[in-house]
Nanobody
Framework: QVQLVESGGGLVQAGGSLSLSCAASGRTGSVWSMGWFRHSPGEGREFVAWISRSTTSTRYADSVKGRVTISRDNAKNTLYLQMSSLKPDDTAVYYC????????????????????WGQGTQVTVSA
């Protein structure tokens, strides 16, 4: 089992920045790919970003590209998401996810490929 706990959400004005963290515990040695997804009212779960275990490969949704950076510290078992130039459309509950296998960039945006999920952290961007 792998437990994921997100933190860092909150209320921010449009144009502001926010950094999210996701602490992993349990069988962290079995975690390969990790990603961030978000879920806003009236929308389905949306892919945000993905990072490989080696941290050398990343992928971003077009909607956040250039404004978001995903990173991970394997020694600390922590995943990060740095967000800037935030927009009201970024308002959502953000979830981190972990896969017990290596995902290719091509399929990293598919939520069903991930095995474990955190409980989510709310990000609200005011206009």
């Amino acid at each position: 089992q792998v437990q994921l706990v997100e933190s860092g959400g909150g209320l921010v004005q449009a144009g502001g920045s926010l950094s999210l963290s996701c602490a992993a515990s349990g069988r962290t040695g079995s975690v390969w790919s990790m990603g961030w997804f978000r879920h806003s009212p009236g929308e389905g779960r949306e892919f945000v970003a993905w990072i490989s275990r080696s941290t050398t490969s990343t992928r971003y949704a077009d909607s956040v590209k250039g404004r978001v950076t995903i990173s991970r510290d394997n020694a600390k078992n922590t995943l990060y998401l740095q967000m800037s130039s935030l927009k009201p459309d970024d308002t959502a509950v953000y979830y981190c996810a972990a896969a017990l296998k290596s995902l290719s960039r091509l399929i990293a945006d598919q939520s069903l490929r991930y095995d474990y999920w955190g409980q989510g952290t709310q990000v609200t961007v005011s206009a």
